[in-house]
């Protein structure tokens, strides 16, 4: 029973990743960059929520969808300010840019919210769940997590398979030239990406502080890199990929708090991303690069 | 005024000259050929036409606008469709939803729809595998796909870019009867090509390339007779 436990604990965890995950693999796809800025753009999402609940006294749902269109809002003006510039750019000037903005965020919000630790308030609201007689509870946030998961996941997928809007999305993370040929807006959407990417962002800070509640401005860059290795993990550019990395590196990291050792958690997370990289560079579900003829 | 001008084109890749001066036009309903070895500057012409390089000084006018000065992704929506060098299909997207790709800036479904009928009706290989993922189709079925999508934006204009590069002398041949017929239901072509025999057979007038310039230009039953083509193009 208390593996079943760190199962869910872990699913849950990965839920969270694979929802940040999505915003990395989902950049990268397009624009064939790596937002380090996207960890950020979770922080964003938490003080927003944070402000409007606790000084605002703005009910949850309100105050998450203000969070999401304020993180939109954000991400789209990042894209467009700092990388659009770079399109051109070598990939490493647009890391560092990356990395820049990643700096930027965590130090205005220092500046403006202060260095003191803030205790997050659960948004949910739903009881726990009891099971076996008692012995196995899952609380309302794990619930709502990992619902909020496949619903993203899902809607996603539709969202790619079924829409204009999606299917352009497609064909310019595989040609941007031909894509343009065809008539297809690639500044719009690389554009459109950002604010997908960064609209889940917000969705996932605010469900990764309700499990975990404290509130600093630093709060974005760990599961942000971690995500990042969970979208490498299971393939970067890869949606499903991100899922199944996601919850892997999420398992994972819970087991091996639970049986080995709580400091070395993390290690061991980031150490099976390096196994897998070893054997398969591209991936769990990452595309061979095939030459073209 | 012919339908396609261009005039004093100069484009530049870094430091290097590839196109100088080059002017020519196509009326509308011809069918131009534009000849020359490889690196004479034929694709560099035609991505400049449709906007994915940026000419350093020239114009460049479709049916009164100005395409200098048009975004690449506008341009197909004016009524031209280019079909780019080595086929460029999107190889992770089904035959249909390439197809449907073409369609991108249409509106009209039940036009759409039509379309997809004309070109399954052209390129019947493309209806047995409208499921099939496009990067495993052979060279000639996604040479098919490729004018296939570029004819789903209805376009009055199609610039073909070697077409006939990599297929066996069969498909070539069927890939030339292709573009007769779509120049026959009255859409313009302009075909860049190396293999200037086929080329002049189907073609009203041509331009040869070399290294950047027009170096000839005439009517192709006149080219075909020339000694100076028959002996640098045509292999006699």
Redesign the interface.
Known sequence: MELVKYLINGISLGSIYAIIALGYTMVYGIAKMLNFAHGDIIMVGCYVVFICMSNLGIGAIPSIILSVVICIALGMTIEKIAYKPLRKATSLAVLITAIGVSYFLQNSALLVFGANTKSFTNVVTLPSLTLAGGELIISGTTIVTVVCCIVIMLALTLFIKKTKAGQAMLAVSEDKDAAQLMGINVNGTISLTFAIGSGLAAIAGVLFCSAYPTLTPFIGSMPGIKAFTAAVFGGIGSIPGALIGGILLGIIEILGKAYISTQLSDAIAFAVLIIVLLVKPSGMLGENIREKV | MAMLTVKDLNVYYGVIHAIKDVSFEVEQGEVIALLGANGAGKTTILHTI???LTPKSGSIEFEGTDLVKT???????LGM??V?E?R??????SVY?NL???A??RKDKNEIEESLRTVYKRFPRLEERKNQIA?TLS?GEQQMLAMG?ALM?HPKIILLDEPSM?LSPLLVSEIFDIIRVISESGTTVLLVEQNAKKSLEIADRAYVLETGSIALSGKASDMMNDPKVKSAYLGE
């Open positions: 449709t906007g994915l975004p690449a992704h506008k341009i197909v929506s469709a280019h780019p080595g460029r299909v999107f190889s992770q997207l939803e449907k790709l073409g991108y800036t990067g060279g999508r934006s990599g």
